[in-house]
């Protein structure tokens, strides 16, 4: 008879869901220079996009589902966690004109 190749009795645990920073700090993300100064910029996947968000660059809805960016300053004056929180989720084609 021959032989399964495929691994047995090795199954992962779930790991316990991030916080919100580690989330987003992790991930494909990357920094961007703008007039305005350094920005991470992530993209989210449309399967991921859950709720609905308005684009700061055109002031429409970002419809779930919708593939778009989150952006939010790298070089902040008031650290990491205050850039986190005033982080802004924006259709891809309006952060490219901005």
Avoid: F
Avoid at 24 to 49: F, S
Wanted: with cysteine; proline share 9%; aromatic share 6%.
């Amino acid at each position: 008879m021959p032989r399964s190749n495929r691994p047995r009795g090795r199954r992962r645990e779930p790991a316990d869901e991030p916080d919100d920073l580690a989330r987003l700090m992790t991930g494909w993300k990357r920094t961007e220079r703008r007039r305005t100064g350094l920005w991470n910029v992530q993209p989210i996947a449309p399967g991921r996009a859950d709720k609905v968000y308005t684009c700061p660059g055109c002031g429409r809805d970002i419809a779930p589902g919708t593939e778009h960016l989150v952006a939010w300053r790298a070089d902040g004056p008031l650290g990491d966690m205050s850039d986190l929180e005033a982080r802004r989720h924006w259709h891809t084609h309006c952060w490219k004109v901005s």
